[in-house]
């Protein structure tokens, strides 16, 4: 006789050695990638991926595996996976660390280590990985045993994904991945005493939020990458429209307000709008939700919102009050914070003057540059990026000049579509992180803007998107220059280029060709147009070089020490 009682199935312990248990728990995480580079201290592991058919991604750099998996998490909204040797191959991701950890990306980072037995004993390509990566990540762990590596590993998950996000990493000496032990995932519980974060919001602080608004005459929403890290665009839009709050958004917040909508004023910051930066400093009520105020959104801090009572929601207690006093402190996870907002619903202020001059800012000091005939100005080219994707298209950049403008022309009107460097500003970023982006979104459009001189740095890459066939479009703006340093040294330095400008680039078409990508080139604004449309319909990896206006500068601009209000270059 049957039953329809389902009896619970039991996991039956095996025994099986290190690098075996790393692919099984990568299997039971639903690891769809990982990125690595094999070498002497993980060939145990690299032993087990062989026939595991777990998808790894061989990169020509580990500086490039651990960017491509920062891309893989920003666009997918789960933890990268990187694997790299002991000694040069661990030390070759450091950058990435730093990177992920100033940006709150979730990864999770194995790195080989010497034996046990010679830990110390500078032994051939050994590193003290914790010891450098300690600083740099939210949690190092060096495995001694094998049989505590399962644990380790579910733990490292759930600390990189949960809280604010960040990088863990796991050192895995040589003996630990070749021996065996008992390994039994499922049955393995996460219990951290002093890992506790909390996303729930305090009642009454939601409640002064909600009396704030409702006493505002001139209100301000700053929204940070923190939104997009909870999947809270849609309540943060739904927010701002039930109280007809205005949005700001840093750069790494970019995409969690529609670009095109009423509400939204733009980018904030050194570079940002001049609506957005005047709505920040004479708001009386700033509402900061999921940014940390860094220096290159605040400028000088006497001149910070100097009138407003600050709001400040985040899951990182540290970050509330750091940089910028908070009168009403909202420790909570974004999405939970704004739905709280929502469910309240309050008294609406009567913000129809502010609205009103915002949208007079808005259409007075528009972003704008100075047209030439025959020249491609890089702005253009960005604009003509977005043209022809429809402004759909997943962007990523490296950092500098090229950066800055991809922020300012290409709008986005959806979340996950921009992914970029911020708190580090890592050059060689932008085109192993689109790889990674590629891979999240196979479906999806991925257009990699870069500089000349940050593209040299991992363009090694090419041989990872010819041998994958992943489409995607590299969009180098050639200037001939390190852009921004060179924009510095004229406005500050006196036009000194000391070491700046690079007039001997190499051939980006024929090294694109080398590696057997097609390559195209354009001048002016008619071949950029004629170049785009022919790497749009291509189905398969495109690099564009795109000779731009060698001495265009980036404006708006704060200068360094100057107050988010005086901003240069507003107008042509």
Not at 180 to 205: C, G, K, M, R
């Amino acid at each position: 006789m049957g039953t329809n009682v389902k009896a619970e199935a039991k996991t039956i312990p095996q025994k099986m050695n290190g690098g075996r248990m790393l692919v099984e728990a990568l299997k039971a995480e639903g690891v769809e990638v990982i990125f690595g580079y094999p070498g002497g201290a993980v060939l145990p592991i690299y032993d087990e991926i062989y026939d595991s058919g777990v998808h790894h991604v061989l990169t020509r750099h580990e500086q490039g595996a651990i960017h491509a998996a920062e891309g893989y998490a920003r666009v997918s909204g789960k933890p990268g996976v990187c694997i790299a040797t002991s000694g040069p191959g661990a030390t070759n991701i450091v950058t990435g660390l730093a990177d992920a950890m100033m940006d709150s990306l979730p990864l999770v980072v194995f790195t080989g280590q010497v034996a046990t037995g010679v830990i110390g004993s500078d032994a051939f390509q050994e590193a003290d990985v914790i010891g450098i990566t300690m600083p740099i990540t939210k949690y190092s762990y060096q495995v001694r045993t094998t049989d505590e590596l399962p644990k380790v590993i579910k733990e490292a998950f759930h600390i990189a994904n949960t809280g604010r996000k960040g990088p863990v990493l796991i050192d895995i000496p040589k003996d630990v991945a070749i021996a065996s032990d008992l390994f039994n995932y499922d049955e393995i519980e996460v219990n951290i005493p002093s890992y506790q974060p909390n996303y729930t919001p305090n009642h009454l602080q939601i409640r002064k939020v909600v009396e704030a608004v409702s006493s505002a005459k001139k209100p301000v929403i700053l929204a940070g990458a923190g939104v997009l890290h909870a999947n809270a665009h849609e309540e943060l839009r739904t927010y701002a429209e039930q109280q007809s709050l205005p949005v700001v958004n840093t750069l790494l917040g970019l995409g969690s307000m529609p670009g095109s909508h009423e509400l939204f004023l733009g980018m904030g910051g050194m570079h940002g709008t001049y609506t957005a930066n005047m709505a920040l400093y004479e708001c009386d009520l700033l509402i900061n939700i999921g940014a940390r105020f860094d220096d290159r959104v605040t400028g000088n801090l006497a001149h910070f919102a100097p009138n407003a009572k600050v709001v400040h929601i985040d899951i990182d207690p540290a970050e509330i009050g750091k940089n910028v006093p908070t009168q009403i402190p909202v420790v909570a996870d974004a999405k939970e914070a704004l739905q709280a907002l929502i469910a309240e619903d309050g008294a609406k202020g009567d913000f129809s003057i502010w609205i009103k001059k915002l949208r007079n800012w808005k259409e007075e000091y528009p972003l704008v540059y100075k047209k030439e005939v025959n020249v491609l100005k890089p702005q253009r080219l960005i604009e003509l990026v977005h043209e022809l994707t429809d402004g759909n298209a997943i962007v990523t950049t490296d950092v500098g000049q090229h950066q800055m403008w991809s922020a300012q022309y290409y709008s986005f009107d959806k979340p996950n579509k921009w992914v970029t460097s911020g708190g580090l500003g890592t050059m060689g970023f932008g085109f192993p992180a689109a790889i990674g982006a590629q891979l999240a979104s196979p479906n999806e459009t991925v257009v990699s803007v870069v500089g000349d001189a940050g593209f040299q740095m991992t363009l090694q890459e090419l041989s990872v998107i010819k041998e994958k066939n992943l489409p995607i479009k590299i969009v180098i703006v050639n200037n001939k220059a390190l852009g921004m340093v060179r924009q510095w040294q004229e406005l500050f330095y006196e036009e000194r280029y000391s070491h700046s400008l690079v007039p001997d680039q190499p051939d980006f078409v024929k090294l694109a060709e080398a590696y057997g990508v097609k390559g195209l080139r354009a001048v002016n604004e008619e071949e950029a147009k004629a170049v785009l449309k022919e790497a749009f319909e291509h189905n398969g990896p495109v690099l564009i070089d795109f000779r731009v206006a060698p001495m265009e500068k980036v404006y708006p601009m704060i200068a360094p020490g100057k107050g988010i209000h005086e901003m240069v270059g507003v107008k042509q």
